[in-house]
């Protein structure tokens, strides 16, 4: 169970931890617009030391290529194809750089051979870049007039934004902010435009009850007693009462989430020494927490604090001999109410120390393996792919655990509004704004070819199946999609309506190449008794890039061919009408649901709003039935 827990509120911290300003200190787009960029700082020489910076980060991107193509068969012909040599001369040193050399060696890293895709051939490429832009306004002639002009474009977009209110609009920026920042230029400017264009764009609400409605449970159990307590064998047996709970405790900067015992164990004990022997009723309040916290670095734990006070009383005393019986009773009934309050404490501690080991013994293990997992399994992956979000901030509440997060590289763009209202009634809510897809989907899928084998390697990978429209048919050859390197996969949100759009440079079909087509669908958000349901707002369109349907220009032979294609799958893959599934929650947590969807809004700058509500009680019923099993059980086993 603590292995559940602490690994969904990780997974939901989605997840990391920064110093960034609030989001209620951003500017306003509109405000923003009214002031003259174009006119603000004039051109700066750039220092050496940018240069010098910038040629070291080209190094410590070329590391982790250098040992891709170690270990690769290929990496030999790679080294040779991107003029090894005169990659290591230009990072060497700053002292090195040619502008006409660092361009070339970029135009390598951007050309459509596979493979360049990998994560460790894009950060060589990005980091080149930035050198470049470093050196042309270093050293090339028309740098200051170049540096005009982007700031007359970055003035325009702003002005545009402003009007459209849409991301769209405001797409152009993020490449000049990127191509700004790295020859140096305009810091205020590029702090103001930020501030506004580099809003969080996610928000994740958990609510405490979800959670413990899979955790707390009540304890009653009955257990044999053993013990030796002052020097004498206890012997008997206790029932055990109480209450485990999950309980969010208010932090500003971390998840903090403790794991509480609220218990009283009854006992009746017999203890014999000589000849007297002592029949006892005990009452045991017992308390333990295990605090679980789960920063930006990672998730651990706190000692277990527990806590024990024992009341007892004496319910019957016999002696076993006759002779001098009633003298030896009197002595052992003062004898025990002397030694009482020592014999109280002797068992207090001895209950806290059980309970302390024990709870720590089961919780250690769950623990270290979602310390484990957040680290191999998405802190380090995320890191080493570029996928890390740049901002998140995590806390709890006393009823809530929430997250911001923003994931927008130097060249790409966030939020620029706040974001909508959650539903009051939602105990999981997420807003998501359109620049988390499509950042995320240029990282992860910009460049990259895909083809059958990847996609069932990645079903397995995902535990879960291909979706028919990906198989190929019987009669039809194997197919693959190369995706564009910029915006491969858009989601574009407006009013009460969704539009997705797919941007292939090239497709194949057995041996048949294909030129670049995109593919776009959009869906109304509509209700349905109830529930929620995705309508198609007419039919998938496909069409190559730029083209105008009812347009002058007609299409060619081949683009007709794949057109045809193209309608066949992806009208499997997106349905006239699509009804949103309840929620189903991992592991553990499957009991709490599944969650119907109570919110799922869109909005005209980009904000999607979803949440998720408790299950209605009809299906609770049903489905209450299995108990889940704590660590804490075993522990009061061994406390009585």
Sequence with gaps: ?????????????????????????ASDLAALAQEPLDESEAFRPVPQSALDVAAARLRSAIVPLQNLLTRSPSGANWK??????????????????????????????????????????????????????????????QAQALYKTRMQKLSAAVAAGATAGTTEALTAIGPLLAQ?????????????????????????????SLLGSAVNRSIDQTAAVNDVILGTRICGSGHTTGLVLLDFVPAADRAIVDLNLDAINQSNTIGTRGRVTVRTHGVTKLDARKRIIISEQGVSALPVEAHASANTSTTGLSISKNCGKQIIQRIATKKIAEMRPQAEAAAEQAARKRLRSQFDEQTAGPIAKAS???????????????????????????????????????????????????????????????????????????????????????????NTTVHESLHSDPDQPPWSITFARLRP??????????????????????????????VWVAYRIEPAGGNIR???????????????????????ISQTSLRRILQKRFGKVFKEVIDVEPLQLPGQLASAGPLPMEQFVAQKDG??????????????????????????????????
């Design 80 to 141: 040779i194809y991107l003029d090894w040599p005169g990659l290591t001369l230009q990072a060497a040193s700053a002292k090195n750089a040619d502008l006409p050399t660092l361009k070339r060696l970029e135009q390598l890293l951007l050309s459509e051979e596979n493979g360049l895709e990998m994560h460790q051939f894009v950060a060589v490429r990005r980091a080149l870049s930035a050198y470049a832009e470093a050196v042309e306004a270093a050293k090339a002639p």
């Design 534 to 556: 995705l309508v198609r707002d007419g039919d998938v369109q496909i069409y190559p890039p730029g083209f105008v349907p009812g347009g002058a220009e007609k299409l060619t």
């Design 1 to 25: 169970m603590l292995t559940a827990l602490t690994l969904t509120i990780t997974l939901a911290v989605a997840s990391l931890l920064g110093s960034e300003p609030g989001v209620g200190q």
């Design 607 to 640: 904000w999607l709003a979803v949440g998720w509500r408790q299950r209605d009680p009809v299906v609770a019923v049903a489905a209450a039935a299995p108990e889940v099993s704590l660590p804490i059980e075993p522990v009061l086993a061994q406390v009585q």
């Design 489 to 518: 996969v858009e989601l574009d949100a407006d009013n009460g309506r969704i539009k997705l759009t797919v941007r292939g440079s090239k497709y194949t079909s057995g041996e048949r190449e294909f030129p670049a087509m995109n």
């Design 372 to 462: 484990a997992d957040y680290q191999t399994k998405f802190r380090r992956p995320l890191l080493e792919r570029g996928w890390y979000p740049e901002f998140l901030h995590i806390n709890t509440s006393d009823s809530q655990l929430s997250i911001v997060a923003r994931k927008a590289l130097v060249d790409q763009i966030a939020a620029f509004t706040p974001p909508p209202a959650v539903d009051p009634d939602a105990v999981i809510s997420s807003r998501v704004h359109e620049t988390l897809v499509n950042n995320a989907a240029e990282i992860a899928l910009g460049g990259r070819t895909i083809d059958q084998t990847d996609v069932k390697k990645m079903a397995r990978e995902q």
């Design 180 to 208: 700004l920042e790295q020859s140096c230029q305009a810091p205020v400017a590029l702090a103001k435009v930020r501030s506004v264009v580099n809003q969080p764009n996610l928000y994740l609400d958990i609510n405490e």
